[in-house]
């Protein structure tokens, strides 16, 4: 393995709420909706040498509305409808299609890529040769902030109101100590402080 000196850093992306409008079970290409001023985020992150990785839970496939593959589609036209509003190319897509109440039995797993575990994290720092503690990982819920703070990343809340709903399923309570480095209203005004706070 690298030494630290040569590791990249990241920023994770939690999908729905933070890059795309969250909608309810978003499985179709015509459902994607890409959030105001994302793509020039997204740009100015990969300019300061940032990684783009989203890390996602999807619960769409343990319910059995879409296929692993399925998704795979979706988040390659995602990535292409980024791109022609001027956005970089993400660097990949992590997510974890487990729930513990899964309808199709193969996916009703305690796993460790369910956020708030930081199985996707971890995984993809392995991947790319990560520096976690120069990393940062945003999102909207809870959960976000408990994954990338138990992977060692700076924790940003985007406060898009789904921070306020209870908490989705987990295989363990949530610290409700745990705050994020940062909170702000959306994925610009968190580049804006990531490129600040490096």
């Given amino acids: 393995m690298s030494s630290p000196a040569h590791f990249s850093r990241a920023v994770f992306l939690d999908r729905d709420g933070v890059i795309v409008e969250d909608v309810d079970w978003l499985i179709q290409p015509g459902q994607i909706r ?7 985020a997204l740009r100015r992150l990969a300019g300061a040498g940032f990684r ?9 496939v343990a319910r ?3 296929t692993e593959a ?3 589609t979706l988040h390659a036209a995602m990535d292409a409808q980024l791109t022609a509003g001027g956005a970089p190319p993400l660097d990949r897509f992590y997510f974890c299609p487990h729930h ?3 309808t199709l039995p193969a996916y ?15 995984r993809a720092a392995e991947d790319f040769h990560l520096d976690l503690p120069a990393s940062f990982m945003i999102g909207d819920r809870p959960t976000d902030i408990a994954a990338g703070a138990a992977a060692g990343c700076r924790t ?3 406060q898009t109101g789904k921070h306020l ?5 987990t295989a363990e309570p949530l610290d409700p100590g745990l705050k994020p480095d940062w909170t702000c209203a959306d994925l610009p005004a968190a580049a804006e402080w990531i490129l600040k706070n490096p």
């Avoid at 890409?34 to 020039?40: A, N, Q, S």
């Avoid at 460790?112 to 930081?118: I, N």
């Avoid at 709903?165 to 399923?169: D, E, S, V």
């Fill in 156 to 158: 940003i809340l985007v």
């Fill in 165 to 169: 709903l209870a908490p989705i399923q």
């Fill in 108 to 122: 009703r797993v305690i796993c460790d890529c369910r956020k708030p575990r930081p199985g996707l994290l971890l």
């Fill in 52 to 60: 783009l990785i989203v890390a996602t839970n999807q619960p769409v």
């Fill in 34 to 40: 890409v959030l105001p001023g994302v793509p020039e």
């Fill in 100 to 102: 513990p109440n899964a």
């Fill in 64 to 66: 059995g509305f879409a």
């Fill in 70 to 72: 399925q998704l795979e």
